[in-house]
């Protein structure tokens, strides 16, 4: 059976403390690995799609990384204007373009 | 570009009253378009596939005489919670895929309270 799991499930850092969220995938195949933002009461903001392992992704202060069996979302000197919450997905080979979406982890920046 | 809205943002009915939910792609032709469900402090749940002018796919457990789902236009799609329940009370939230199938836009969520 196809799972995302991410972890921390809840992370809390300082304005400027870099850390990383850990998105762990099980799939037969994969067709993509997704990464998006979600700030509460709205919908998912797309952030990054990987498809291959050893695949990297930059925007402002994110990073994403992709290995055979995880991702993971490097935060760099966080600003509290990042703090919502990250959900990682998958679109595994031969089911469709449905997304699989892992429970996310929530981000709070302290200033 | 790749700009998704959803009307209402927020509805409130009775119980056993339907209710319909639009999702449209703003600047770009939607050609397959996806409707979840997020219940408080958990992921999104897909409910639904449809592509343009054929049925609905629905995911195992999701009912598809209570969620009708259509899909007439390149830009519109709809999700109709007929006979709804205070257990249906849910965030709803759709998404769309244009040429680039495996990426979707989402829009920005309905929240349905049933009473």
């Known amino acids: 059976e196809d799972q995302v799991t991410q972890s921390p499930e809840a992370l809390r850092l300082q304005e400027g403390e870099s850390s990383s969220l850990n998105c762990s995938y099980t799939v037969s195949g994969l067709r993509g690995l997704f990464w998006y933002r979600q700030d509460p009461g709205k919908g998912p903001e797309f952030l990054f799609t990987l498809y291959s392992a050893g695949e990297e992704k930059e925007k402002e202060r994110l990073k994403a990384t992709l290995t055979k069996k995880e991702s993971f979302l490097h935060i760099t000197a966080p600003k509290p204007e990042d703090s919502a919450t990250y959900l990682c997905a998958v679109i595994p080979i031969n089911s469709g373009y449905a997304l699989n979406f892992g429970k996310g982890t929530s981000l709070l920046v302290t200033p | 570009g790749a700009v998704v809205s959803q009307h209402p943002s927020w509805v409130i009915c009775k119980s056993g009253t339907s209710v319909k939910i639009e999702c449209r792609s703003l600047?770009?032709?939607?050609?397959?378009m996806f409707w979840y469900r997020q219940f408080p402090k958990q992921s999104l749940m897909l409910m639904a596939t449809?592509?343009?002018?054929?049925?609905?796919?629905?995911e195992q457990g999701v009912e598809k005489d209570k969620f009708l789902i259509n899909h007439a236009s390149l830009t519109l799609s709809t999700l109709t919670v007929t006979s709804a329940h205070p257990e249906d009370s849910s965030f709803y939230i759709c998404?769309?895929?244009?040429?680039?199938?495996?990426?979707?836009?989402f829009g920005p969520g309905t929240r349905l309270t049933v009473l």
């Open positions: 449809s592509n343009e002018g054929s049925k609905a796919t629905y």
């Open positions: 998404s769309a895929s244009g040429t680039s199938p495996d990426t979707q836009y």
């Open positions: 600047d770009f032709q939607a050609t397959t």
